[in-house]
């Protein structure tokens, strides 16, 4: 899998991206992730992407042309399977959804940034707008890599233990059941007995019933 992330915040990238899952997930081949600075596709003299909104609300907007020119040029080297665009008015992203971008071979995510872009280029470039909640970040970025981890820790050999990412939360429009580790008690604070059993029939009925009553009590819409 091949990932382009356009920014004009390239250096927030670095951390979320080269840590963990994705950093092993990177080693071993199983991703590929590129990011390219928008600044380096415009031909303004100072490095401008962004004006001034027409009308009159107040903010700056990043303009059509290093974003086509951007976009276009890593389209002349092959094709992608989306190009996503960081929106807080975008489709709320969803596990079904990072499960369905993981199966593709190249993605290209543009990251928002000021009051937003040209609406021409949302319009013309844009195959997916994507929002991770209904509230605004300074820029896309930490949205990109959001959507980023969520993509690639699904990819078969991403993580060690790949049962362990199916049993998420969400991956069955259910929340997960509570986790224990060792001691099985701690300032008499017990573990529940069934865990202890070693009856894993037994084990995962409780895991469902308490996955199915944590969910109707905290989000029943996942339940809709």
Not at 111 to 135: A, F, N, P
Not at 174 to 179: I, N, R
Not at 187 to 202: D, T
């Amino acid at each position: 899998m091949r990932i382009d992330i356009i920014t004009v915040q390239p250096e927030m990238m670095n951390g979320p991206l080269t840590c963990s899952i994705i950093k092993r997930a990177r080693e071993k081949g199983l991703v590929d992730i590129f990011i390219h600075d928008l600044r380096d596709y415009t031909t303004d003299p100072h490095k401008r992407v962004d004006d001034y909104a027409f009308g009159f609300d107040a903010g700056m907007v990043l303009q059509c042309d290093p974003i086509f020119r951007c976009i276009e040029a890593l389209k002349m080297e092959r094709e992608y399977d989306e190009i996503i665009f960081t929106a807080p008015d975008g489709e709320q992203f969803t596990q079904h959804e990072a499960n369905r971008l993981s199966l593709m071979k190249n993605i290209i995510i543009l990251c928002g940034h000021y009051k937003g872009v040209d609406q021409r280029v949302r319009d013309t470039l844009i195959t997916k707008e994507i929002s991770i909640g209904d509230y605004v970040l300074t820029g896309g970025e930490m949205a990109a890599a959001i959507i980023t981890d969520a993509m690639v820790r699904v990819i078969p050999g991403a993580i060690g233990d790949e049962q362990s990412a199916l049993s998420d939360s969400f991956q069955d429009n259910l929340l997960a059941p509570p986790v224990y580790t060792r001691p099985s008690e701690y300032r008499g604070m017990k573990v529940p007995e069934i865990l202890l059993s070693g009856n894993e029939k037994a084990v995962r009925d409780w895991e469902q019933e308490v996955a199915f009553e944590r969910t109707e009590r905290l989000r029943p819409d996942l339940l809709q």
